[in-house]
């Protein structure tokens, strides 16, 4: 960051008054916006769609659009889980297991349309909230995914911006892969 990025992030800061909250100062800022930014497309393309076309398949193959959508919603809830046990200090799981989760997406896609953008909306702002409250110390705690492998916490927005972006494409509705940051293209 340049001293007059900084001296412009300072004074953001002073005039939003001690009770606004930000990134940890050890966050990792470019992965954070990448989710960031890939959450905001996925809610664009999702928005592009009227409630009939959610029933429609998306491009991942078995996939409905309303799977899809539940899918990368309780994927937000689950890496919430994690984050908030890093901040906690209480061991969260991502999911109680892959059966748990299976049921839970499935559930998920019978949501009327308004209730499953909602529950789009509502997981990705509950993740950004919980990476936002991190500490520095906490981004660096090592948490469990679903298949047992261990990562630091901070790994999380990378592991978000894969699922979002990629699940963005998926919905068949004109995302584009050179849309995506050239990180994950390849």
């Known amino acids: 960051m340049t001293s007059g990025e ?4 300072e004074a953001l800061r002073a005039r939003q008054g001690a009770g606004a909250r930000f990134d940890a100062a050890t966050a990792p800022h470019d992965d954070l916006l990448m989710a960031r930014r890939g959450t905001a497309y996925f809610a664009r393309k999702l928005n592009e769609l009227d409630d009939a076309a959610l029933d429609a398949a998306s491009l991942r193959a078995g996939w409905s659009r ?34 748990a989760r299976d049921a839970e997406v499935e559930l998920g896609a019978t949501l009327p349309a308004q ?22 110390a906490g981004w660096d705690v090592p948490v469990a995914l679903l298949d047992g492998t261990m990562v630091a916490v901070r790994e999380t927005p ?25 990180a994950l293209r390849r």
């Open 158 to 182: 990378c592991l978000r911006a894969a699922e979002i972006w990629h699940a963005a494409i998926d919905l068949g509705n004109g995302g584009r892969v050179t849309d995506m940051p050239e």
């Open 6 to 9: 900084a001296a412009a992030l």
């Open 115 to 136: 209730a499953l953008r909602h529950l789009f909306t509502h997981t990705a702002r509950h993740l950004d909230i919980e990476w936002r409250d991190l500490s520095d």
């Open 66 to 99: 309303r799977a899809l959508i539940a899918h990368v919603s309780y994927h937000a809830r689950g890496l919430a889980r994690l984050v908030e046990g890093a901040r906690t200090g209480e061991a969260l799981a991502m999911y109680p297991s892959a059966e």
